[in-house]
Every structure is written in C-alpha cells, then in structure tokens.
C-alpha cells in the first residue's frame, strides 16, 4: 500500500470496517479514520507514531486519524482484528486528546466487540450503522477512560511528510533523494534521519517501493519493453531494475506472475533471505 491518504468506503454509510487478515503486511499510509488492531493468532510489528511495536496474542493497538503507520506479521498464520472507523464518530468528545501509546496496555473485550460489529454490518437494517457507531463509542469511552492520555497537536514537520508522500507517488519517476530533501526544507542529513525516524525505513527504499509498485502495473497493462518500463520509473538501468524488482518480489520482469499483486505487501529482505511466503495476506472475513 502506497504511503498516501487512503479513503474507506463504509458499506451504506456505516463509518464502520471490520474485517480478519492473516499475515498482514502493508507499507506506510495513513487515512483520516482510525484503526483498531487485535492480534488473535501469531504476532506482528506495527510501526506508528515513530516506533516499531510487537503485538502478540491478546494485545492491541490503536492507530488514530492521520497517523502513517505501517505493519508486518511476524510469523506466518498470524490473524489480525480489524476494526477501522469514521474519526468523526469520536471527533466531538476526544477533540486534540491522544493515546500516550498506540499500543494498549490494559485489556478490552475487542473480539466480543468485533463480532458485534460483523453481526449488526451485516445484518443491513436501516439502524445498523448508527448501532455500529454507538458500539465505537462506548468502546473509544472505555479506552480513553482506562489509558493514559496527552494532548498532542501535529507539528508541520509531520504535515509536510504526509505531503511529501503523496508528491512522491505522483512524481516517483524523476524523485531523488535531494529532490525529497529539498521538498521538506531540510539538510540531506536531517532528512535521512527523520524519515527512517518518522516512517522505520529509508526513502530510497520507499522510493524503490513506489517504484517497482508501477512498474509492475506497467509491465501487466502490456505495451512496453522492460527498458521502457524501467525508464519510466526512474530506475536508471535495466540491471537496477532487475535487482530491486528481484529484492521485493523475488522475480525479475521476465517471470513475474501476470497476478502478481504488491500493494499490500511490504517487506525489504536481501535476495538471499528472500522468502515468498511473506507475500501471502489474506482477508478471511468481513462485514460487508
């Protein structure tokens, strides 16, 4: 998934997603909704509000509204609760007020609640998504009632990052690392340490990321040579191409899978310690 805003589209105008994943991964976005996370089996790394955090069975994390944020399970078979919702249901009671922690420390009946959820989303009455929304709430009330809480207004630095990350997706072709230097007003070194702070990697390898994402949907739609395709991301040479494409898909442009799909996949392993079985998230239930 590409470091930008993603938009959810609640079923009927709910507010309310609640969905199971096993072996999630995705690479850094952020959306205005928030995102409840519940580890039912396995484990994973979650990496939000600057720090990676390991989530085993039974713990849970909250991603607030406007967070970039990114996961990767740990093992494979790892199920993932998710429960994502509309900011604005909890927006007039919880204002500027955030988590000290995304991560929980308390525990909460978060699989009873979720089973809720799935139950009134899919039972499509014309009160379901305002039943939904109460549950939020009721939930949200407990958590912010039980947890510690700071007051946490975004700096500009974050909101030009958010900017920087859309630009990027746009422009990914002729992006440099100087050119994102530049974008964000810093230094070159500044720059290195504050995006491997603020997002766990480093540009180049969300660039090559953002990269090898359109070449792949170049080299699906047909109509290019590989040296075309490589040019037109911004890779430089072939041989480059061939190396990055190899290092996060493990196939070179020749053999890749006609349904390949990278976008909600992450990872950066080396060629050696590739492992195809990282690429393999699946949505096994939803409300809809």
């Known amino acids: 998934m590409i470091a930008k805003r993603e938009t959810w589209n609640y079923a009927q105008s709910t507010g309310v997603w609640v969905g199971k994943y096993r072996n999630s991964h995705n690479l850094l976005h952020w959306h205005y909704d928030c995102e409840l996370l519940y580890v039912e089996k396995g484990s994973i790394d979650v990496f939000c509000e600057r720090r990676t955090h390991t989530l085993t069975v039974g713990d849970a ?4 509204s406007e967070t970039v944020h990114y996961m990767q399970a740990r093992e494979k078979g790892t199920v993932l609760i998710v429960i994502v919702f509309d900011y604005n249901i ?3 009671y919880f204002g500027e007020t955030h988590l000290a922690s995304p991560k929980l420390s308390l525990k909460y009946p978060i699989p009873e609640i979720y089973q809720a959820l799935r139950t009134c989303l899919l039972s499509r009455t014309p ?5 939904a929304a109460a549950e939020i709430l009721h939930l949200m009330a ?3 009632r039980s ?3 700071v007051e946490r207004p975004e700096t500009d630095s974050a909101r030009s990052l958010k900017r920087l990350l859309e630009d990027v997706n746009a422009r990914y072709g002729e992006y440099t690392f100087e050119g994102g230097a530049a974008f964000m007003n810093m230094s070159d070194a500044y720059f290195s340490r504050f995006f491997h702070a603020s997002t766990g990697i480093t540009f180049s390898q969300y660039l090559n990321y953002v990269r090898t994402d359109n070449a792949i949907r170049m080299l699906k739609e047909g109509g290019r040579t590989v040296t075309e395709v490589s040019d037109l991301c911004g890779f430089g040479t ?3 191409f061939n190396r990055v494409l190899k290092s996060l898909t493990g196939h070179t442009p020749r053999d890749l899978p006609r349904d390949f799909v990278l976008d909600e996949k992450f990872s950066y392993p080396s060629e050696e310690s590739f492992n195809p079985t990282l690429y393999d998230c699946e949505l096994i239930e939803s409300g809809e």
């Open 127 to 131: 009160f379901s998504g305002a039943d």
């Open 142 to 144: 407990e958590i912010f």
């Open 238 to 240: 072939v041989r480059s």
């Open 147 to 149: 947890e510690p809480i």
């Open 90 to 92: 909890v927006k007039p």
């Open 61 to 64: 994390l909250l991603v607030d």
